[in-house]
Protein backbone atom coordinates (compact mmCIF):
# COMPACT_ATOMS: atom_id res chain seq x y z
CA UNK A 1 0.00 0.00 0.00
CA UNK A 2 1.09 3.42 -0.43
CA UNK A 3 2.12 5.54 2.54
CA UNK A 4 0.26 8.28 2.64
CA UNK A 5 2.27 11.36 3.53
CA UNK A 6 0.73 13.44 6.58
CA UNK A 7 1.10 16.98 6.48
CA UNK A 8 2.78 18.36 9.46
CA UNK A 9 0.31 20.79 11.78
CA UNK A 10 1.21 24.69 11.44
CA UNK A 11 3.00 24.49 15.08
CA UNK A 12 5.57 21.87 13.70
CA UNK A 13 6.68 23.64 10.63
CA UNK A 14 10.19 25.29 11.06
CA UNK A 15 9.89 28.82 12.36
CA UNK A 16 12.32 30.22 9.15
CA UNK A 17 9.65 28.79 6.58
CA UNK A 18 6.44 30.91 7.92
CA UNK A 19 5.69 35.00 7.49
CA UNK A 20 6.63 37.01 10.39
CA UNK A 21 2.90 38.39 11.07
CA UNK A 22 4.14 39.92 14.28
CA UNK A 23 5.54 42.57 12.30
CA UNK A 24 1.98 44.14 11.14
CA UNK A 25 0.61 43.58 14.94
CA UNK A 26 2.62 42.22 17.85
CA UNK A 27 -0.25 40.87 19.69
CA UNK A 28 -3.79 40.00 19.04
CA UNK A 29 -4.52 42.74 21.81
CA UNK A 30 -3.01 45.25 19.08
CA UNK A 31 -5.21 44.09 16.78
CA UNK A 32 -8.01 44.54 18.18
CA UNK A 33 -7.45 47.88 19.68
CA UNK A 34 -7.30 48.62 15.63
CA UNK A 35 -9.84 47.01 15.12
CA UNK A 36 -12.08 48.98 17.25
CA UNK A 37 -10.27 52.40 16.34
CA UNK A 38 -11.29 51.70 12.60
CA UNK A 39 -15.15 51.08 13.31
CA UNK A 40 -15.02 54.06 15.65
CA UNK A 41 -13.23 56.44 13.30
CA UNK A 42 -15.75 54.90 10.22
CA UNK A 43 -18.95 56.14 12.51
CA UNK A 44 -18.02 59.93 12.95
CA UNK A 45 -16.78 60.09 9.22
CA UNK A 46 -20.43 61.14 8.77
CA UNK A 47 -19.15 64.22 10.46
CA UNK A 48 -18.23 65.87 7.13
CA UNK A 49 -21.66 65.07 4.98
CA UNK A 50 -22.95 68.15 3.40
CA UNK A 51 -20.09 69.92 4.08
CA UNK A 52 -18.24 69.10 1.39
CA UNK A 53 -18.76 72.26 -0.60
CA UNK A 54 -18.12 74.22 2.08
CA UNK A 55 -13.86 74.98 1.95
CA UNK A 56 -10.95 73.49 0.62
CA UNK A 57 -9.63 72.69 4.33
CA UNK A 58 -12.61 70.97 4.96
CA UNK A 59 -12.68 69.22 1.83
CA UNK A 60 -8.86 67.94 2.77
CA UNK A 61 -9.69 66.87 5.51
CA UNK A 62 -12.25 64.14 4.58
CA UNK A 63 -10.10 63.00 2.42
CA UNK A 64 -7.20 62.86 4.39
CA UNK A 65 -9.92 61.29 6.87
CA UNK A 66 -11.36 58.26 4.67
CA UNK A 67 -7.58 57.32 3.40
CA UNK A 68 -6.44 56.58 7.30
CA UNK A 69 -9.64 54.77 7.72
CA UNK A 70 -9.11 52.84 4.56
CA UNK A 71 -5.39 52.44 5.39
CA UNK A 72 -5.89 51.06 8.91
CA UNK A 73 -8.57 48.49 7.36
CA UNK A 74 -6.42 47.18 5.02
CA UNK A 75 -4.11 46.16 8.49
CA UNK A 76 -6.72 44.55 10.30
CA UNK A 77 -8.26 43.01 7.09
CA UNK A 78 -4.38 41.67 5.68
CA UNK A 79 -3.61 40.18 9.34
CA UNK A 80 -6.54 38.20 10.19
CA UNK A 81 -7.23 37.00 6.37
CA UNK A 82 -3.08 35.99 6.39
CA UNK A 83 -3.73 34.40 9.86
CA UNK A 84 -6.63 32.44 8.66
CA UNK A 85 -5.27 31.09 5.37
CA UNK A 86 -1.94 29.73 7.67
CA UNK A 87 -4.47 27.43 9.41
CA UNK A 88 -8.09 27.71 7.95
CA UNK A 89 -9.15 25.25 10.63
CA UNK A 90 -8.37 27.23 13.07
CA UNK A 91 -11.76 28.16 14.78
CA UNK A 92 -10.16 31.33 16.38
CA UNK A 93 -8.75 32.40 13.61
CA UNK A 94 -11.56 31.83 11.25
CA UNK A 95 -13.75 34.02 13.95
CA UNK A 96 -11.60 36.98 13.45
CA UNK A 97 -11.68 36.80 9.66
CA UNK A 98 -15.24 36.66 9.68
CA UNK A 99 -15.50 39.86 12.05
CA UNK A 100 -13.32 41.40 9.78
CA UNK A 101 -15.39 40.68 6.57
CA UNK A 102 -18.05 42.31 8.56
CA UNK A 103 -16.56 45.17 9.62
CA UNK A 104 -15.45 45.66 5.40
CA UNK A 105 -18.63 45.57 4.58
CA UNK A 106 -19.90 48.27 7.95
CA UNK A 107 -16.94 50.90 6.61
CA UNK A 108 -17.93 50.82 2.67
CA UNK A 109 -21.20 51.18 3.31
CA UNK A 110 -19.93 54.24 6.02
CA UNK A 111 -17.95 56.08 3.39
CA UNK A 112 -20.07 55.30 0.70
CA UNK A 113 -21.91 59.03 0.87
CA UNK A 114 -18.36 60.32 -0.10
CA UNK A 115 -18.27 60.03 -3.92
CA UNK A 116 -21.73 60.96 -4.82
CA UNK A 117 -21.64 64.03 -2.69
CA UNK A 118 -18.59 65.29 -4.35
CA UNK A 119 -19.33 64.68 -7.58
CA UNK A 120 -22.02 67.63 -6.77
CA UNK A 121 -19.04 70.09 -7.18
CA UNK A 122 -18.66 71.57 -10.42
CA UNK A 123 -15.31 71.71 -11.97
CA UNK A 124 -14.98 75.12 -11.25
CA UNK A 125 -15.90 74.87 -7.70
CA UNK A 126 -13.18 72.14 -7.38
CA UNK A 127 -10.69 74.25 -8.63
CA UNK A 128 -11.32 76.86 -6.83
CA UNK A 129 -11.63 74.58 -3.62
CA UNK A 130 -7.39 73.76 -4.98
CA UNK A 131 -6.50 77.46 -5.06
CA UNK A 132 -7.64 77.69 -1.29
CA UNK A 133 -6.22 74.56 -0.32
CA UNK A 134 -3.03 74.23 -2.31
CA UNK A 135 -2.75 70.27 -0.80
CA UNK A 136 -5.43 69.09 -2.45
CA UNK A 137 -3.01 68.86 -5.50
CA UNK A 138 -1.42 66.07 -3.96
CA UNK A 139 -4.50 64.04 -4.63
CA UNK A 140 -5.26 65.50 -7.92
CA UNK A 141 -5.02 61.64 -9.63
CA UNK A 142 -7.97 60.57 -7.26
CA UNK A 143 -9.89 63.69 -8.08
CA UNK A 144 -9.08 63.39 -12.07
CA UNK A 145 -10.55 59.54 -11.62
CA UNK A 146 -13.42 60.61 -9.12
CA UNK A 147 -14.32 63.47 -11.49
CA UNK A 148 -14.28 61.34 -14.66
CA UNK A 149 -17.29 59.90 -14.06
CA UNK A 150 -19.26 62.93 -13.16
CA UNK A 151 -21.47 62.46 -16.56
CA UNK A 152 -22.00 59.05 -15.49
CA UNK A 153 -23.34 59.67 -11.75
CA UNK A 154 -27.21 60.22 -11.70
CA UNK A 155 -29.64 62.15 -9.60
CA UNK A 156 -29.43 60.62 -5.70
CA UNK A 157 -32.84 59.37 -6.40
CA UNK A 158 -32.21 57.35 -9.06
CA UNK A 159 -28.71 56.32 -7.63
CA UNK A 160 -30.84 55.00 -4.39
CA UNK A 161 -32.73 53.46 -6.85
CA UNK A 162 -30.05 51.44 -8.36
CA UNK A 163 -27.85 50.72 -5.04
CA UNK A 164 -31.19 49.45 -4.41
CA UNK A 165 -31.67 47.13 -7.04
CA UNK A 166 -28.00 45.61 -6.95
CA UNK A 167 -28.93 42.40 -5.73
CA UNK A 168 -31.71 41.74 -8.29
CA UNK A 169 -29.08 42.88 -10.87
CA UNK A 170 -26.67 40.17 -9.73
CA UNK A 171 -29.12 37.68 -9.45
CA UNK A 172 -28.18 36.03 -12.87
CA UNK A 173 -24.38 35.42 -12.14
CA UNK A 174 -25.69 34.15 -8.41
CA UNK A 175 -27.55 31.90 -10.55
CA UNK A 176 -25.26 30.64 -12.23
CA UNK A 177 -22.71 30.32 -9.09
CA UNK A 178 -25.05 27.98 -7.78
CA UNK A 179 -25.77 26.07 -10.14
CA UNK A 180 -22.63 25.63 -11.53
CA UNK A 181 -20.55 25.89 -8.10
CA UNK A 182 -23.60 23.83 -5.97
CA UNK A 183 -26.33 21.95 -8.22
CA UNK A 184 -24.45 19.84 -11.01
CA UNK A 185 -23.46 16.84 -10.25
CA UNK A 186 -20.72 15.08 -12.96
CA UNK A 187 -20.70 11.45 -13.51
CA UNK A 188 -17.84 8.99 -11.64
CA UNK A 189 -15.07 7.97 -14.01
CA UNK A 190 -11.78 5.97 -13.69
CA UNK A 191 -8.35 7.59 -13.53
CA UNK A 192 -5.46 6.71 -14.89
CA UNK A 193 -4.93 4.28 -11.91
CA UNK A 194 -8.09 3.17 -12.16
CA UNK A 195 -9.41 4.34 -9.38
CA UNK A 196 -13.06 5.96 -9.65
CA UNK A 197 -13.11 9.53 -8.99
CA UNK A 198 -16.02 11.89 -9.12
CA UNK A 199 -15.56 14.61 -12.13
CA UNK A 200 -15.85 17.86 -10.93
CA UNK A 201 -14.63 21.39 -12.48
CA UNK A 202 -12.20 21.18 -10.10
CA UNK A 203 -10.65 17.93 -11.01
CA UNK A 204 -11.34 18.56 -14.50
CA UNK A 205 -8.11 20.28 -15.54
CA UNK A 206 -6.00 17.52 -14.17
CA UNK A 207 -7.68 14.69 -15.80
CA UNK A 208 -7.20 16.64 -19.07
CA UNK A 209 -3.09 16.88 -18.67
CA UNK A 210 -3.31 12.96 -18.36
CA UNK A 211 -0.86 11.20 -21.24
CA UNK A 212 -3.83 8.57 -20.99
CA UNK A 213 -6.12 9.62 -23.75
CA UNK A 214 -8.77 7.67 -22.39
CA UNK A 215 -9.07 9.61 -19.06
CA UNK A 216 -9.30 12.86 -20.93
CA UNK A 217 -11.88 12.34 -23.63
CA UNK A 218 -14.02 10.60 -21.29
CA UNK A 219 -13.46 13.40 -18.55
CA UNK A 220 -14.52 15.62 -21.63
CA UNK A 221 -16.98 14.13 -22.90
CA UNK A 222 -18.37 13.28 -19.57
CA UNK A 223 -18.04 16.92 -18.34
CA UNK A 224 -19.69 18.39 -21.57
CA UNK A 225 -23.04 15.59 -21.28
CA UNK A 226 -23.93 17.54 -18.01
CA UNK A 227 -23.70 21.26 -19.47
CA UNK A 228 -25.65 20.33 -22.61
CA UNK A 229 -28.21 18.84 -20.14
CA UNK A 230 -28.51 22.43 -18.53
CA UNK A 231 -27.52 24.50 -21.68
CA UNK A 232 -30.97 26.64 -21.82
CA UNK A 233 -30.43 27.33 -18.14
CA UNK A 234 -26.88 28.41 -18.24
CA UNK A 235 -27.69 30.96 -21.67
CA UNK A 236 -30.81 32.29 -19.85
CA UNK A 237 -27.91 33.28 -16.97
CA UNK A 238 -25.70 34.48 -19.30
CA UNK A 239 -28.24 36.70 -21.92
CA UNK A 240 -29.67 37.78 -18.10
CA UNK A 241 -26.30 39.32 -17.16
CA UNK A 242 -25.10 40.85 -20.49
CA UNK A 243 -29.16 42.39 -20.88
CA UNK A 244 -28.08 43.95 -17.21
CA UNK A 245 -24.87 45.27 -17.95
CA UNK A 246 -25.85 46.55 -21.14
CA UNK A 247 -29.13 48.27 -19.28
CA UNK A 248 -26.56 49.95 -16.63
CA UNK A 249 -24.49 51.02 -19.48
CA UNK A 250 -26.96 52.76 -21.20
CA UNK A 251 -28.73 54.57 -18.08
CA UNK A 252 -25.19 55.27 -17.10
CA UNK A 253 -24.74 57.54 -20.46
CA UNK A 254 -21.92 55.13 -21.69
CA UNK A 255 -22.54 53.87 -25.56
CA UNK A 256 -21.36 50.88 -24.66
CA UNK A 257 -21.56 47.86 -21.76
CA UNK A 258 -17.69 47.73 -23.08
CA UNK A 259 -17.22 51.64 -22.63
CA UNK A 260 -18.65 51.24 -19.52
CA UNK A 261 -16.13 48.53 -18.14
CA UNK A 262 -13.23 49.72 -19.70
CA UNK A 263 -13.47 53.61 -18.35
CA UNK A 264 -13.33 52.04 -14.12
CA UNK A 265 -9.61 51.99 -15.56
CA UNK A 266 -9.59 54.67 -17.90
CA UNK A 267 -8.48 51.95 -20.84
CA UNK A 268 -9.44 53.25 -24.64
CA UNK A 269 -11.97 50.42 -26.06
CA UNK A 270 -9.53 50.35 -28.64
CA UNK A 271 -6.83 48.38 -26.29
CA UNK A 272 -9.58 45.84 -26.48
CA UNK A 273 -10.17 46.00 -30.26
CA UNK A 274 -6.64 45.80 -31.26
CA UNK A 275 -6.03 42.85 -28.93
CA UNK A 276 -8.77 40.89 -30.95
CA UNK A 277 -7.67 42.21 -34.20
CA UNK A 278 -3.88 41.59 -33.84
CA UNK A 279 -4.56 38.19 -32.12
CA UNK A 280 -7.00 37.08 -35.09
CA UNK A 281 -3.90 38.12 -37.64
CA UNK A 282 -1.83 35.89 -36.06
CA UNK A 283 -4.11 32.66 -35.47
CA UNK A 284 -2.36 30.65 -38.45
CA UNK A 285 0.45 30.05 -35.49
CA UNK A 286 -2.12 28.78 -32.94
CA UNK A 287 -2.77 26.27 -35.91
CA UNK A 288 0.80 25.37 -36.34
CA UNK A 289 1.41 24.96 -32.61
CA UNK A 290 -1.87 22.48 -33.09
CA UNK A 291 -0.18 21.05 -35.99
CA UNK A 292 2.85 20.60 -34.24
CA UNK A 293 0.86 18.83 -31.22
CA UNK A 294 -0.81 16.36 -33.56
CA UNK A 295 2.74 15.32 -34.72
CA UNK A 296 4.40 15.13 -31.25
CA UNK A 297 1.52 12.96 -29.48
CA UNK A 298 1.44 11.11 -32.72
CA UNK A 299 -2.65 11.01 -33.35
CA UNK A 300 -4.49 10.73 -36.42
CA UNK A 301 -7.10 13.29 -35.39
CA UNK A 302 -5.91 16.12 -32.73
CA UNK A 303 -9.53 16.46 -30.28
CA UNK A 304 -9.68 19.52 -28.18
CA UNK A 305 -9.64 17.19 -25.18
CA UNK A 306 -5.40 16.56 -26.19
CA UNK A 307 -4.26 19.82 -25.96
CA UNK A 308 -2.94 20.29 -22.39
CA UNK A 309 -1.74 16.48 -21.86
CA UNK A 310 2.37 17.47 -21.91
CA UNK A 311 4.03 17.15 -25.21
CA UNK A 312 7.63 17.65 -23.87
CA UNK A 313 7.57 14.91 -21.61
CA UNK A 314 7.78 15.13 -17.51
CA UNK A 315 10.26 18.17 -16.53
CA UNK A 316 14.05 16.51 -15.64
CA UNK A 317 14.52 19.36 -13.25
CA UNK A 318 13.94 19.40 -10.05
CA UNK A 319 14.72 22.55 -7.10
CA UNK A 320 14.51 22.13 -3.84
CA UNK A 321 13.86 25.67 -1.81
CA UNK A 322 17.04 26.62 -1.18
CA UNK A 323 18.12 26.00 -4.54
CA UNK A 324 15.45 27.72 -6.02
CA UNK A 325 16.11 31.27 -3.96
CA UNK A 326 19.54 30.80 -5.78
CA UNK A 327 18.49 30.06 -9.17
CA UNK A 328 15.39 32.83 -8.77
CA UNK A 329 18.15 35.65 -7.73
CA UNK A 330 20.45 34.53 -10.93
CA UNK A 331 17.46 34.98 -13.36
CA UNK A 332 16.03 38.05 -12.08
CA UNK A 333 19.77 39.31 -11.84
CA UNK A 334 19.26 41.35 -15.30
CA UNK A 335 16.80 43.87 -13.15
CA UNK A 336 19.76 45.20 -11.71
CA UNK A 337 21.01 45.38 -7.86
CA UNK A 338 18.62 47.75 -6.04
CA UNK A 339 16.20 44.94 -7.21
CA UNK A 340 17.60 41.95 -6.20
CA UNK A 341 18.51 43.35 -3.01
CA UNK A 342 14.80 43.40 -2.12
CA UNK A 343 14.54 40.13 -3.32
CA UNK A 344 17.03 38.79 -0.70
CA UNK A 345 15.13 40.98 1.81
CA UNK A 346 11.95 38.64 0.91
CA UNK A 347 13.92 35.50 1.07
CA UNK A 348 15.82 36.76 4.53
CA UNK A 349 13.17 38.59 6.93
CA UNK A 350 10.93 36.01 6.76
CA UNK A 351 8.18 37.52 3.79
CA UNK A 352 7.73 34.34 2.67
CA UNK A 353 5.11 31.37 3.96
CA UNK A 354 6.91 28.51 2.27
CA UNK A 355 5.65 24.83 3.18
CA UNK A 356 2.19 23.28 2.98
CA UNK A 357 0.84 22.46 6.84
CA UNK A 358 -2.63 21.08 7.53
CA UNK A 359 -5.22 23.93 6.94
CA UNK A 360 -3.44 25.85 5.19
CA UNK A 361 -4.75 27.70 1.93
CA UNK A 362 -3.58 26.26 -1.27
CA UNK A 363 -1.71 27.71 -4.23
CA UNK A 364 0.20 31.10 -4.28
CA UNK A 365 -0.11 34.65 -3.46
CA UNK A 366 1.49 38.18 -3.14
CA UNK A 367 -0.36 40.05 -0.83
CA UNK A 368 0.15 42.81 2.40
CA UNK A 369 -0.87 46.31 2.70
CA UNK A 370 0.84 49.41 2.49
CA UNK A 371 2.33 49.93 5.83
CA UNK A 372 3.31 45.72 5.89
CA UNK A 373 5.76 43.74 4.20
CA UNK A 374 4.71 42.28 0.82
CA UNK A 375 4.11 38.83 1.44
CA UNK A 376 4.16 36.22 -0.29
CA UNK A 377 2.17 32.59 0.85
CA UNK A 378 3.53 29.42 -1.29
CA UNK A 379 2.76 25.24 -1.10
CA UNK A 380 5.92 24.53 -2.34
CA UNK A 381 7.05 21.36 -3.87
CA UNK A 382 10.48 20.59 -5.51
CA UNK A 383 9.30 21.54 -9.11
CA UNK A 384 10.56 23.77 -11.94
CA UNK A 385 6.78 24.89 -12.12
CA UNK A 386 6.99 25.72 -8.47
CA UNK A 387 10.48 28.25 -9.25
CA UNK A 388 8.62 29.66 -11.97
CA UNK A 389 5.45 30.31 -9.35
CA UNK A 390 8.10 31.98 -7.20
CA UNK A 391 9.17 34.19 -9.65
CA UNK A 392 6.03 35.18 -10.44
CA UNK A 393 4.65 35.92 -6.91
CA UNK A 394 8.41 37.56 -6.36
CA UNK A 395 7.30 40.20 -9.55
CA UNK A 396 4.48 41.15 -7.45
CA UNK A 397 5.74 41.42 -4.26
CA UNK A 398 8.63 43.76 -5.23
CA UNK A 399 6.16 45.91 -7.57
CA UNK A 400 4.55 46.19 -4.10
CA UNK A 401 7.75 46.67 -2.28
CA UNK A 402 8.85 49.57 -5.25
CA UNK A 403 5.45 51.25 -5.07
CA UNK A 404 4.48 51.56 -1.39
CA UNK A 405 8.35 52.96 -1.36
CA UNK A 406 8.20 55.76 -4.00
CA UNK A 407 4.26 56.52 -3.59
CA UNK A 408 2.13 58.69 -0.68
CA UNK A 409 -0.43 56.00 0.16
CA UNK A 410 -3.73 57.32 -1.97
CA UNK A 411 -1.45 55.63 -5.14
CA UNK A 412 0.10 52.79 -3.26
CA UNK A 413 -1.90 50.51 -5.12
CA UNK A 414 -2.04 49.36 -8.45
CA UNK A 415 -5.12 48.55 -11.23
CA UNK A 416 -5.46 44.60 -12.11
CA UNK A 417 -4.51 45.78 -15.65
CA UNK A 418 -0.94 46.43 -14.89
CA UNK A 419 -0.68 43.92 -12.08
CA UNK A 420 0.08 40.59 -13.69
CA UNK A 421 2.79 42.39 -16.22
CA UNK A 422 5.03 42.43 -13.05
CA UNK A 423 4.94 38.42 -12.44
CA UNK A 424 4.21 37.35 -15.51
CA UNK A 425 8.20 39.71 -16.64
CA UNK A 426 9.83 37.49 -14.46
CA UNK A 427 7.96 34.56 -15.53
CA UNK A 428 9.76 35.44 -18.63
CA UNK A 429 12.73 36.43 -17.85
CA UNK A 430 13.39 32.99 -15.80
CA UNK A 431 12.19 31.57 -19.37
CA UNK A 432 15.25 33.55 -21.31
CA UNK A 433 17.42 32.15 -18.25
CA UNK A 434 16.73 28.46 -18.58
CA UNK A 435 17.18 28.53 -22.27
CA UNK A 436 20.73 30.18 -22.20
CA UNK A 437 21.70 28.13 -19.42
CA UNK A 438 20.82 24.14 -20.07
CA UNK A 439 21.51 22.34 -23.23
CA UNK A 440 19.93 19.30 -22.07
CA UNK A 441 17.40 18.56 -24.93
CA UNK A 442 14.92 17.80 -22.63
CA UNK A 443 15.23 20.81 -20.47
CA UNK A 444 15.15 23.08 -23.21
CA UNK A 445 11.49 21.35 -24.68
CA UNK A 446 10.20 21.14 -21.80
CA UNK A 447 10.74 25.31 -20.93
CA UNK A 448 9.88 25.78 -24.43
CA UNK A 449 6.74 24.06 -24.20
CA UNK A 450 5.77 25.46 -20.68
CA UNK A 451 6.23 29.27 -22.33
CA UNK A 452 4.20 27.94 -25.46
CA UNK A 453 1.79 26.90 -23.68
CA UNK A 454 1.21 29.44 -21.24
CA UNK A 455 1.07 31.70 -24.20
CA UNK A 456 -1.40 29.92 -25.78
CA UNK A 457 -3.62 29.44 -22.53
CA UNK A 458 -3.45 33.38 -21.59
CA UNK A 459 -3.00 35.32 -24.93
CA UNK A 460 -4.94 33.47 -27.69
CA UNK A 461 -7.41 31.62 -25.20
CA UNK A 462 -8.40 34.74 -23.17
CA UNK A 463 -8.46 36.38 -26.30
CA UNK A 464 -10.91 34.09 -27.59
CA UNK A 465 -12.91 34.98 -24.47
CA UNK A 466 -12.90 38.61 -25.08
CA UNK A 467 -13.95 38.35 -28.52
CA UNK A 468 -16.92 35.99 -27.68
CA UNK A 469 -17.96 38.48 -24.86
CA UNK A 470 -18.44 41.58 -26.67
CA UNK A 471 -20.01 39.56 -29.15
CA UNK A 472 -22.46 38.29 -26.66
CA UNK A 473 -22.65 41.84 -25.17
CA UNK A 474 -23.12 43.46 -29.01
CA UNK A 475 -25.89 40.62 -29.82
CA UNK A 476 -28.04 41.23 -26.35
CA UNK A 477 -27.56 45.23 -27.51
CA UNK A 478 -28.99 44.53 -30.56
CA UNK A 479 -31.98 42.72 -29.33
CA UNK A 480 -31.12 39.67 -31.12
CA UNK A 481 -32.09 36.26 -28.87
CA UNK A 482 -29.16 34.61 -27.09
CA UNK A 483 -30.56 30.94 -27.12
CA UNK A 484 -28.63 27.71 -25.94
CA UNK A 485 -28.68 27.13 -29.96
CA UNK A 486 -27.52 30.46 -31.09
CA UNK A 487 -24.62 30.87 -28.62
CA UNK A 488 -23.67 27.87 -29.17
CA UNK A 489 -23.20 27.94 -33.24
CA UNK A 490 -21.08 30.66 -32.65
CA UNK A 491 -18.92 29.53 -29.87
CA UNK A 492 -18.20 26.36 -32.03
CA UNK A 493 -17.05 28.70 -35.10
CA UNK A 494 -15.03 30.80 -33.25
CA UNK A 495 -13.28 28.06 -31.70
CA UNK A 496 -12.53 26.33 -35.15
CA UNK A 497 -11.27 29.93 -36.40
CA UNK A 498 -8.71 30.11 -33.16
CA UNK A 499 -7.81 26.49 -33.16
CA UNK A 500 -7.43 26.03 -36.91
CA UNK A 501 -7.60 23.14 -39.70
CA UNK A 502 -6.20 20.50 -37.88
CA UNK A 503 -8.43 20.54 -34.30
CA UNK A 504 -11.30 18.07 -34.68
CA UNK A 505 -14.13 20.01 -34.31
CA UNK A 506 -16.17 18.08 -31.13
CA UNK A 507 -19.37 19.10 -30.72
CA UNK A 508 -18.82 19.19 -27.01
CA UNK A 509 -16.58 22.45 -26.92
CA UNK A 510 -19.40 24.72 -28.35
CA UNK A 511 -20.78 24.30 -24.84
CA UNK A 512 -18.12 25.83 -23.20
CA UNK A 513 -19.12 29.43 -22.63
CA UNK A 514 -21.71 27.36 -20.47
CA UNK A 515 -19.02 26.79 -17.86
CA UNK A 516 -16.71 29.73 -17.96
CA UNK A 517 -17.18 31.69 -14.79
CA UNK A 518 -14.97 34.74 -16.00
CA UNK A 519 -18.13 35.83 -18.69
CA UNK A 520 -19.58 37.25 -15.24
CA UNK A 521 -16.85 39.56 -14.73
CA UNK A 522 -17.82 42.47 -16.72
CA UNK A 523 -14.72 42.86 -19.63
CA UNK A 524 -11.92 41.50 -17.30
CA UNK A 525 -10.87 38.74 -19.33
CA UNK A 526 -8.56 40.91 -21.91
CA UNK A 527 -6.33 42.21 -19.29
CA UNK A 528 -4.63 38.49 -18.75
CA UNK A 529 -3.83 38.51 -22.31
CA UNK A 530 -2.90 42.37 -23.30
CA UNK A 531 -0.99 41.75 -19.73
CA UNK A 532 1.14 38.66 -20.68
CA UNK A 533 2.11 40.26 -24.23
CA UNK A 534 3.22 43.48 -22.72
CA UNK A 535 5.30 41.41 -20.23
CA UNK A 536 6.93 39.36 -23.25
CA UNK A 537 7.59 42.56 -24.95
CA UNK A 538 9.12 44.05 -21.34
CA UNK A 539 11.27 41.02 -20.89
CA UNK A 540 12.41 41.29 -24.46
CA UNK A 541 13.31 44.56 -23.93
CA UNK A 542 15.21 44.00 -20.13
CA UNK A 543 17.11 41.44 -22.15
CA UNK A 544 18.34 43.77 -24.89
CA UNK A 545 20.54 45.53 -22.59
CA UNK A 546 19.94 48.91 -22.77
CA UNK A 547 19.98 50.08 -19.48
CA UNK A 548 17.79 52.67 -20.19
CA UNK A 549 15.09 50.18 -20.54
CA UNK A 550 15.45 48.37 -17.79
CA UNK A 551 15.51 51.82 -15.88
CA UNK A 552 12.14 52.06 -17.76
CA UNK A 553 10.57 49.10 -16.34
CA UNK A 554 11.47 49.85 -12.66
CA UNK A 555 9.82 53.30 -13.14
CA UNK A 556 6.55 51.28 -13.82
CA UNK A 557 7.23 49.30 -10.69
CA UNK A 558 7.49 52.40 -8.83
CA UNK A 559 4.51 54.28 -9.81
CA UNK A 560 1.64 52.52 -8.24
CA UNK A 561 -1.74 54.58 -9.33
CA UNK A 562 -0.05 58.05 -9.58
CA UNK A 563 -1.29 58.03 -13.22
CA UNK A 564 -3.77 55.77 -15.69
CA UNK A 565 -2.41 52.53 -15.81
CA UNK A 566 -2.11 53.30 -19.86
CA UNK A 567 0.20 55.90 -19.19
CA UNK A 568 2.12 54.12 -17.03
CA UNK A 569 2.97 51.13 -19.31
CA UNK A 570 3.82 53.87 -22.04
CA UNK A 571 6.38 55.22 -19.76
CA UNK A 572 7.45 51.64 -19.41
CA UNK A 573 8.11 50.81 -22.81
CA UNK A 574 4.71 49.57 -24.17
CA UNK A 575 1.83 52.26 -25.38
CA UNK A 576 -0.78 49.36 -25.54
CA UNK A 577 -3.12 51.59 -27.54
CA UNK A 578 -1.04 50.71 -30.14
CA UNK A 579 -0.15 47.06 -32.38
CA UNK A 580 3.70 46.69 -32.39
CA UNK A 581 3.64 45.52 -28.74
CA UNK A 582 1.62 42.91 -29.60
CA UNK A 583 3.52 42.23 -32.65
CA UNK A 584 6.86 41.92 -30.78
CA UNK A 585 5.44 39.45 -28.28
CA UNK A 586 3.38 37.13 -31.28
CA UNK A 587 7.50 36.92 -32.98
CA UNK A 588 8.61 35.62 -29.46
CA UNK A 589 6.00 32.99 -29.73
CA UNK A 590 6.65 32.42 -33.44
CA UNK A 591 10.50 32.22 -32.40
CA UNK A 592 9.98 29.60 -29.26
CA UNK A 593 7.61 27.87 -31.89
CA UNK A 594 10.45 27.40 -34.22
CA UNK A 595 12.68 26.35 -31.81
CA UNK A 596 10.91 23.48 -30.27
CA UNK A 597 9.81 22.60 -33.80
CA UNK A 598 13.73 22.50 -34.96
CA UNK A 599 14.53 20.94 -30.93
CA UNK A 600 11.91 17.36 -31.45
CA UNK A 601 10.78 17.77 -35.07
ZN1 LIG B 1 -0.19 36.88 -10.48
Redesign the pocket.
Known amino acids: MAEVKQLPKREEVPVELTWDLTKIYATDTDFEADFAKVKKEAESFKKYQGKLKENGDTLLEAIKEMFAIQRRLENVYVYASMKNDQDTANAENQAKNATVQKLVAEVSEKLSWFQPELLHLTIEELEEAKKQTPELNEYSQNLREWFEMKDHVLSDKEEALLAGASDIFSAPESTFEVLNDADLKFPVMKDENGDDVELSEGIYGTLLESTDRRVRKEAFQNLYKVYRQFRHTFAMTLSSHNRTENYVAKVRNYSTAQEAALANNHIPVSVYDTLINVTNKHLPLLHRYVALRKKLLNLDEVHMYDLYTPIAGEPTLKYTYDEAKEEALKALAVLGDDYLSHVKEAFDNRWIDVVANQGKRGGAYSGGSYDTAPYILLNWQDTLDNLFTLV?EMG?TIHSYYTRHNQPYQYGDYSIFVA?IA?TTNENLLTQYLLDHFEDKKVKAYVLNHYLDGFKGTVFRQTQFAEFEKWSHEQDAAGKPLTADVISKYYGELNKRYYGPDIFNDDEISLEWARIPHFYYNYYVYQYATGFAAATTLAQNILNDNPADTQAYLTYLKSGSSEYPIDIMKKAGVDMTNEEYLEKAFDVFEKRLNELEKLIG
Open positions: HHES
